[in-house]
Nanobody, 117 residues
């Protein structure tokens, strides 16, 4: 059974940093694209960043380019991270990781990020 668990969210002041983790169980992540998404109440979930199975290719939403960095733990193949720097109030959202396989997609439960002074 595939499970994804996000962690690392919290309250941070503008300009601060957080590192989100997405831990996977029931699957190793070697062969799959992993993405980070975020969603505010009443809004659609939007992609933040994705990383290829090898980690060699990444994409970022324009709003986070230069501030966020996605990476994967290729040694253990069970975790993906999102380093978030220079956080802004508009980054406040629930952040989710998503695993896409040939048989379907899996989401974690989300972790709340709040950027506020």
């Amino acid at each position: 059974q595939v499970q994804l668990v996000e962690s690392g969210g919290g309250l941070v002041q503008p300009g601060g940093s957080l590192r989100l983790s997405c831990a996977a169980s029931g699957v190793t992540l070697d062969y799959y694209v992993i993405g980070w998404f975020r969603q505010a109440p009443g809004k659609e979930r939007e992609v933040v960043s994705c990383i290829s199975s090898s980690g060699g290719s990444t994409i970022y939403a324009n709003s986070v380019k230069g501030r966020f960095t996605i990476s994967r733990d290729n040694a253990k193949n069970t975790a993906v991270y999102l380093q978030m720097n220079s956080l802004k109030p508009e980054d406040t959202d629930v952040y989710y990781c998503k695993l896409t396989t040939m048989t379907g997609s899996f989401w974690g439960q989300g972790t709340q990020v709040t950027v506020s002074s």
